[in-house]
């Protein structure tokens, strides 16, 4: 790859850090699909620091993801109280010439869910990250959402099984499966309840394992405020457990031992029906976000092949969805 490539980037990290500041060891990641994902060695004067620039590259139309500028205060946010996040270093702005995004420290370690769950290498701390997440998500749902208020203005926070509804039917496309799987949301809602600050996408495959399990959250487009049990449910979801189906927690663990951590770290006593729900919401929204990538594919202009295997997941996940409400799948 050529330098002009990260000009942008150059420009933006120069403005902060002057003219002196050179950019080396550049590397483009394979994966992320929805924004370009660039990392990359700051180096001033003598000082060296890993660096990872993330920029938008397409919106989808009704799509649930917070704009970067929102991603990257919320990381300010959680990096304060402690919730372990590679740091924000700067957002972009207008003169920086790159979009919008923003930059953070490199944080080492593995992402891909088939390496966590399957590699030896991660058969020491695999029994870890069940409790390591209940903490977590105790942590984040302690902080007082007064400090992320801004997340109020968006649909998820409103009523999440409403924003899936309007989604769907957004696209214009016959879902009876998914519809059928919204009928029973609206019809077996919980009470409100407190809302919480949630990450909305911590699953396998957004954080980062090191040697010692969790090193860092990542990916907080999908933050809004709700029941801190919503959290629970969309990492204990069928489809996040990457074939490992007798463990329910991501497919690395047990909700026992979710709950158990998730409640000593300060959490709400967690009720096994109410993690069902958002399980079975968890199904629905999944597929609801695959008929919106492959929409994205065929009328949106963002021709990709991952993109394209989302039709053909969303079918997956509606069998899963039907399997879930009859009972047949835990």
Not at 98 to 114: D, R
Not at 198 to 226: K, M, P, Q, Y
Not at 236 to 250: A, N
């Given at each position: 790859?050529?330098?002009?490539?990260?000009?942008?980037?150059?420009?933006?990290?120069?403005?902060?850090?002057?003219?002196?500041?050179?950019?080396?060891?550049?590397?483009?990641?394979?994966?992320?699909?929805?924004?370009?994902?660039?990392?990359?060695?700051?180096?001033?004067?003598?000082?060296?620091?890993?660096?990872?620039?993330?920029?938008?590259?397409?919106?989808?139309?009704?799509?649930?993801?917070?704009?970067?500028?929102?991603?990257?205060?919320?990381?300010?946010?959680?990096?304060?109280?402690?919730?372990?996040?590679p740091e924000p270093v700067f957002a972009y702005e207008a003169d920086d010439g790159a979009g919008h995004g923003f930059?953070?420290?490199?944080?080492?370690?593995?992402?891909?869910?088939?390496?966590?769950?399957?590699?030896?290498?991660?058969?020491?701390?695999?029994?870890?990250?069940?409790?390591?997440?209940?903490?977590?998500?105790?942590?984040?749902?302690?902080?007082?959402?007064?400090?992320?208020?801004?997340?109020?203005?968006?649909?998820?926070?409103?009523?999440?099984?409403?924003?899936?509804?309007?989604?769907?039917?957004?696209?214009?496309?016959?879902?009876?499966?998914?519809?059928?799987?919204?009928?029973?949301?609206?019809?077996?809602?919980?009470?409100?309840?407190?809302?919480?600050?949630?990450?909305?996408?911590?699953?396998?495959?957004?954080?980062?394992?090191?040697?010692?399990?969790?090193?860092?959250?990542?990916?907080?487009?999908?933050?809004?405020?709700?029941?801190?049990?919503?959290?629970?449910?969309?990492?204990?979801?069928?489809?996040?457990?990457?074939?490992?189906?007798?463990?329910?927690?991501?497919?690395?663990?047990?909700?026992?031992?979710?709950?158990?951590?998730?409640?000593?770290?300060?959490?709400?006593?967690?009720?096994?029906?109410?993690?069902?729900?958002?399980?079975?919401?968890?199904?629905?929204?999944?597929?609801?976000?695959?008929?919106?990538?492959?929409?994205?594919?065929?009328?949106?202009?963002?021709?990709?092949?991952?993109?394209?295997?989302?039709?053909?997941?969303?079918?997956?996940?509606?069998?899963?969805?039907?399997m879930t409400l009859a009972g047949r799948y835990d």
């Amino acid at each position: 790859m050529t330098a002009d490539l990260f000009d942008d980037i150059r420009r933006a990290v120069q403005r902060r850090f002057g003219s002196a500041a050179r950019l080396e060891n550049i590397v483009v990641p394979t994966l992320g699909g929805s924004n370009r994902t660039v990392a990359f060695d700051l180096v001033d004067g003598a000082a060296r620091r890993r660096l990872v620039s993330r920029q938008e590259t397409y919106v989808a139309p009704n799509s649930p993801f917070l704009p970067s500028d929102d991603q990257f205060r919320l990381l300010q946010v959680a990096f304060a109280h402690g919730i372990p996040v590679p740091e924000p270093v700067f957002a972009y702005e207008a003169d920086d010439g790159a979009g919008h995004g923003f930059v953070t420290a490199f944080v080492g370690g593995e992402t891909m869910p088939n390496r966590i769950l399957g590699d030896p290498g991660f058969a020491a701390v695999r029994p870890r990250l069940a409790a390591q997440a209940g903490a977590i998500f105790a942590a984040l749902h302690a902080i007082d959402p007064a400090e992320v208020d801004f997340l109020a203005r968006y649909a998820d926070s409103d009523d999440p099984i409403a924003a899936q509804r309007a989604r769907l039917d957004s696209y214009d496309e016959a879902h009876p499966a998914i519809e059928l799987g919204l009928r029973w949301l609206e019809r077996h809602r919980p009470p409100p309840g407190p809302r919480c600050f949630l990450h909305g996408d911590l699953r396998t495959g957004n954080f980062i394992v090191g040697a010692d399990g969790i090193a860092a959250v990542l990916d907080w487009e999908c933050s809004h405020l709700g029941a801190g049990v919503e959290d629970l449910g969309w990492l204990c979801t069928r489809s996040w457990r990457f074939g490992r189906v007798e463990l329910p927690v991501g497919g690395f663990g047990n909700r026992a031992d979710l709950f158990a951590a998730y409640e000593a770290a300060g959490g709400a006593r967690v009720d096994p029906d109410a993690v069902r729900y958002w399980e079975i919401f968890g199904l629905v929204r999944w597929a609801v976000l695959n008929v919106m990538q492959a929409h994205g594919h065929v009328f949106g202009g963002r021709r990709s092949l991952p993109f394209a295997a989302c039709g053909r997941n969303t079918s997956v996940i509606e069998y899963d969805l039907m399997m879930t409400l009859a009972g047949r799948y835990d």
